[in-house]
């Protein structure tokens, strides 16, 4: 199993062009500002606004492989062509999740499953060899009583993948382990909802869990679906309660306040997207549609745009990304704190310093390489996790699972 994986970063400064012609809303900044696809299509005036891009039900597994050992993955494929073409940035969501599964999934025994669920890992590598963040497990946090977020129960999946020994999520890390032999350079990222209010304890929990266990996840994915009644306060004590418990990057994966109030949907754009947008663990944000009647919520009342006119949540959003370019030293996807050239594969015996994310000075190493320097850093007394490693004016972002 891969222990370090050195190259999921950009330098500051640099920039995720849109359409031809227009700039997204986040141009430039520290961090990306996404969005989905819209009635299972890439608008065409999806560059205008965003830098990145989800399919939102066209790479889940259900969507893929109705029928078992046929694989259409056009609409998945659309989407991340877009990112391809046009610059941005490319989610792969999800592997593993107990909804929009086959439905012929839920008559294999757990040998079944678990060849079901390897085919299924692999059919997606062999299309998208070079993913760079995938949703590698959704929706699995514990509800009591043998439940969990999603309907996980319905199938072998938990048992096929190891099962839940007292809570212990072995499936999870499971997941992600197979996650990384097929991707070693990817962002893997666990993806949950609620996990600002009702299961947050329990969101971190898992995370926590599997961390310990070894899976190599990288980032914890906040769906932020359920803050259109939250207080101000108790949204940022949140925020910042889940970072200091996993200590880990955060990512907002499917962001949206669904209603038809426009004041209040514009007041909680202005009270979350900044706190969010200048949290320096957050390395980007995508928005779970922006087309009014054509989202998930009640009516779509989520979307941005209604009848071809900016809402005023919309409105503010323009005028706050104009101005405002955001913090972000995770060391993914334009990282300011590091502005110097990448290291070099190998630059022969030298000195490396190894910093925190919050750039206190850890420890120091002397090494003949980079495969020297990964061997020494393993066999130290740091934790797993991220670290910015600087050596001869260049600097990298390093996350060590052990």
């Keep these: 199993m891969r222990t370090i994986h050195l190259s999921f970063f950009l330098l500051s400064g640099a920039l995720l062009s849109g359409t031809a012609g227009a700039a997204p809303l986040a141009n430039g900044a520290s961090k990306f500002l996404g969005n989905i696809t819209t009635n299972g299509a890439v608008r065409s005036d999806f560059g205008t606004y965003w830098n990145q891009i989800t399919a939102e039900n066209e790479c889940k597994w259900g969507s893929i492989e109705g029928r078992e050992g046929t694989y259409n993955f056009t609409g998945c494929k659309n989407a991340y062509n877009w ?42 590598k062999r299309e998208f060899p070079d993913l760079e963040q995938i949703d590698v497990v959704n929706e699995a946090i514990r509800t009591g009583n043998n439940q969990y977020h999603s309907n996980y ?52 929990d898992l995370v ?64 979350q997207i900044p706190e969010f947008w200048n949290a320096e663990y957050v390395y980007g944000i995508t928005l779970w549609g922006y087309i009014y009647g054509s989202t998930w919520t009640t009516n779509g009342n989520s ?55 919050k750039g206190t000075r850890l420890s120091s190493f002397h090494a003949n390489d980079l495969s020297d320097l990964r061997s020494q850093m393993r066999s130290s007394s740091l934790n797993s996790g991220l670290y910015v490693v600087k050596g001869k004016g260049a600097s990298e972002l390093v996350n060590i699972n052990k």
């Design 153 to 204: 129960p319905k199938t072998k999946i938990i048992q096929a993948l190891g099962g839940d020994n007292n809570g212990d999520y072995k499936f999870v890390t499971t997941a992600f382990k197979m996650a990384r032999e097929r991707w070693p350079k990817a962002i893997l990222i666990y993806n949950d909802y609620n996990t600002f209010r009702w299961q947050i304890n329990e969101g971190i």
């Design 303 to 357: 979307g941005l745009i209604k009848n071809n006119v900016d809402r005023p949540a919309m409105t503010w959003l323009k005028q706050y990304m104009a101005s405002n370019k955001g913090k972000n030293t995770t060391g993914i996807f334009g990282v300011s704190s590091l502005s110097e050239p990448k290291l070099a594969v190998s630059e022969g015996p030298q000195d490396f310093e190894v910093f925190n994310l």
């Design 208 to 271: 926590k869990r599997i961390k310990a266990a070894g899976a190599p996840v990288d980032a914890y994915g906040q769906q932020a679906h359920d803050l259109t009644d939250m207080n101000v306060n108790d949204f940022k004590a949140a925020l910042k309660k889940i970072h200091d418990a996993v200590q880990m990057p955060l990512v907002i994966t499917e962001y949206d306040i669904g209603t038809d109030n426009d004041a209040l949907q514009k007041q909680r754009y202005e009270e």
């Design 83 to 124: 990112a391809k073409n046009n610059g941005g940035r490319f989610k792969f969501h999800a592997l593993v999740w107990g909804g929009q599964y086959p439905s012929w999934l839920e008559s294999k025994d757990q040998a079944g499953t678990l060849t079901a669920i390897t085919k299924w890992f692999d059919a997606v």
